[in-house]
């Protein structure tokens, strides 16, 4: 026990904690994305409320929510800790050194990108996750159709996706270095699954909302 708590505590611990709840997540991502995918199914929504029908009542699902909520709050909570962590050890006599100089952008900005992404989550699940689960709403094309109409909500939207984009691109890169999987013949292979999170999914979430809003103008 005092093992488990020890590699808790430690940095390396926390890093790798981390990295595991947030490629959970991101596996979340691949699901969510999939099924929003039925919104371009021409059928005036009725395979996407099938689908979201589906995930409200299905016990597995609700389960695993659960897990994803855990997970996200673990994730958060841990990379709130190294960072607060980090900026603590950064000696003052640093002042004049550029962070900018030797650092990419994307590994910078963590935080900031992930602060936002959570802002947009916020905005997010108050917009589709509660009226789908305490509110009784069934048709949840309906809603779509009215939240991807406001180009104020859409610019959120892509803004968040972009970030979320940053995010990925250095989680990834971290994540699989922190677990010892990033080295030799295999950088390539990663740095290629990476790709596919951080580029294509930002990708297909942002297709949406410039479908849905470029219909109302037709």
């Known amino acids: 026990m005092k093992k488990v708590i020890s590699f808790y505590h430690s940095?390396?611990?926390k890093k790798i904690l981390m990295s595991l709840a947030g490629l959970f997540l991101c596996s979340?991502?691949?699901i969510h994305l999939s099924g929003n995918l039925a919104l371009f199914k021409n059928d005036n929504g009725e395979s996407f409320n099938h689908y979201s029908e589906f995930m409200a009542h299905n016990p597995v699902i609700r389960s695993t929510e659960i897990l994803?909520?855990?997970g996200f709050l673990l994730h958060m909570f841990l990379g709130g800790t190294l960072w607060l962590k980090n900026r603590a050890a950064r000696p003052e006599k640093y002042s004049a050194y550029k962070l900018s100089d030797n650092?990419?952008?994307e590994?910078?900005?963590t935080m900031l990108s992930g602060s936002i992404v959570l802002f947009f989550l916020i905005v997010h699940l108050k917009q589709f996750f509660l009226p789908s689960r305490f509110f009784g709403e069934t048709n949840m094309y309906a809603l779509v159709l009215q939240?991807?109409?406001s180009?104020?909500?859409d610019l959120l939207y892509l803004a968040a996706l972009v970030m979320l984009a940053y995010h990925l691109k250095h989680a990834f890169q971290s994540a699989f270095q922190t677990l010892g999987l990033r080295k030799g013949k295999y950088i390539v292979l990663f740095d290629a699954v990476a790709v596919v999170f951080w580029l294509l999914i930002p990708i297909g979430f942002a297709s949406m909302p410039i479908y849905f809003f470029l219909s109302t103008l037709k």
Do not use: D, H, Q
């Open 11 to 13: 940095s390396v611990g």
């Open 103 to 105: 650092t990419p952008f």
């Open 151 to 153: 180009p104020l909500y």
């Open 107 to 109: 590994s910078r900005n």
């Open 147 to 149: 939240a991807f109409a």
């Open 68 to 70: 994803l909520v855990a």
């Open 28 to 30: 979340f991502l691949v």
